[in-house]
């Protein structure tokens, strides 16, 4: 009976090791799938048609409305880059020092700043409509997107970030396990 408790502990123990050298490249892919939602539709209007994608609310362009004859300028938003491309930066960051340190210290502060860059990127997919600023062309009306609906890009990249925060609170849990 003993034997099968050691053989199962150290079966148990190998896995754990498995998870925590590929948690780092599962977070760079949970950060790159992240930055790729962001070619889909971000923002949707109440009827459902597409507003903008997420690049295009992070990077700006025209917008067409009224069959192009008034148009909407949004302009690059710090913010919405910070969502988007946030967590693939965070997680590349984070593979390189978990690679180079053993120090379970540092790796806990890394794994706590992790869940800060994914829970940033959720609480901003949140409400990204109102960072989301556009002015209407040949004018200085200025607006937001608050009454815009998440699209689907939107409710991708917080379904990831929120895997992200699962990740980064395992990986933090598991610099004990040793």
Same mark, same amino acid.
């Given at each position: ?66 069959? %192009?004859? =008034?148009?909407?300028?949004?302009? +690059? ?6 969502? /988007?491309?946030?967590?693939? &930066? #965070? *997680? ?14 540092? %790796?806990? =502060?890394?794994?706590?700043?992790? +869940? ?6 959720? /609480?901003?997919?949140?409400? &990204? #409509? *109102? ?48």
């Amino acid at each position: 009976m003993n034997s099968v408790i050691i053989t199962l502990l150290k079966r148990r123990n190998e896995m754990l090791k498995k998870i925590k050298a590929l948690l780092p490249l599962i977070m760079i892919a949970l950060g790159l799938l992240i930055a790729l939602s962001g070619l889909l539709p971000a923002l949707k209007a109440n009827n459902g048609d597409a507003i903008m994608s997420g690049y295009r609310s992070v990077f700006g362009g025209t917008i067409p409305i009224v069959d %192009n004859f =008034v148009s909407i300028d949004v302009q +690059f938003n710090f913010i919405n880059f910070l969502a /988007y491309l946030l967590p693939l &930066l #965070g *997680s590349l960051a984070f593979y390189f020092v978990s690679k180079r340190s053993n120090d379970q210290v540092t %790796n806990v =502060v890394y794994a706590a700043a992790l +869940f800060l860059v994914f829970f940033t990127s959720i /609480y901003i997919f949140d409400d &990204l #409509g *109102s960072y989301t600023k556009g002015v209407l062309t040949g004018t200085t009306i200025e607006f937001t997107y608050s009454a815009a609906k998440l699209g689907v890009g939107g409710i991708i990249a917080t379904i990831l970030g929120m895997i992200g925060l699962v990740g980064s609170i395992l990986h933090g849990i598991l610099q004990f396990k040793d």
